[in-house]
């Protein structure tokens, strides 16, 4: 159980184009589902906290207008990353919580962007 | 926030060695997760562990809550536990807070 999936797993894009990545929680429902980006060789960073029917809550120097997160049910949540640049490639990284009560954060298997 | 220090940031075994793997962390939580970053980068849940000990396979992991610091130990180890380690923990309904890892290098 608490199964997440990401699609795609993999995505190169030109610079200028927009990119949707979707999450995904396949045997539970996720009230609160979390966007991470990880760069080479280092740790995941939070980027922000999407919530079912509100707003996202970024962390701070995460621009909102560029990374547009919507969490339209309880099932999926979307990260767009507007106008791509190549400094945004990473490997973007999708965790929910279960909401039972339990703690846990289950991580989906991640979305490597490349920007060219 | 809160802040996770792991150590050491680099580690080489020979197969079949023990180690153990150290984090610390600055305040109080609810929630303490390990992983385990495989080569294609899926983190792999390994424990759920604020507190107390447990274990599962040749895994096993402690968290001194009162401490502030966990402890993963891989006994035997094989080179299909190379990665990188992370722990991460949350306090509240805060998301998971990050360490730098432990890039373990298990050479046959």
């Known amino acids: 159980g608490a199964v997440v999936s990401q699609h795609p797993s993999r995505v190169i894009c030109k610079s200028g184009t927009s990119v949707k990545i979707e999450c995904r929680s396949l045997d539970f429902q996720a009230t609160t589902m979390f966007w991470y980006r990880q760069f080479p060789k280092q740790s995941l960073m939070l980027m922000a906290t999407s919530n079912e029917g509100s707003k996202a809550t970024y962390e701070q120097g995460v621009e909102k207008d560029k990374f547009l997160i919507n969490h339209a049910s309880l099932t999926l949540s979307t990260l767009t990353v507007t106008s791509a640049h190549p400094e945004d490639s990473s490997f973007y990284i999708c965790s929910a919580k279960t909401g039972s009560g339990k703690e846990t954060q289950y991580f989906g298997p991640g979305t490597r962007l490349l920007v060219l | 926030g809160i802040q996770v220090e792991q150590s050491p940031p680099d580690l080489i075994l020979q197969e079949g060695a023990n180690s153990t793997l150290r984090c610390n962390f600055s305040d109080s939580v609810n929630n303490l997760q390990w992983f385990h970053q495989n080569p294609w980068g899926q983190l792999i849940n390994l424990f759920y562990?604020?507190?107390g000990t447990k274990q599962n396979g040749r895994l096993s992991a402690t968290t001194v809550a009162t401490e502030r610091y966990s402890l993963l130990y891989i006994s035997s180890s094989q080179t299909t536990d190379s990665g990188v380690y992370f722990c991460a923990v949350g306090s509240g309904n805060t998301p998971l807070v990050f360490g730098k890892g432990t890039r373990l290098s298990v050479i046959a």
């Open positions: 562990i604020p507190s």
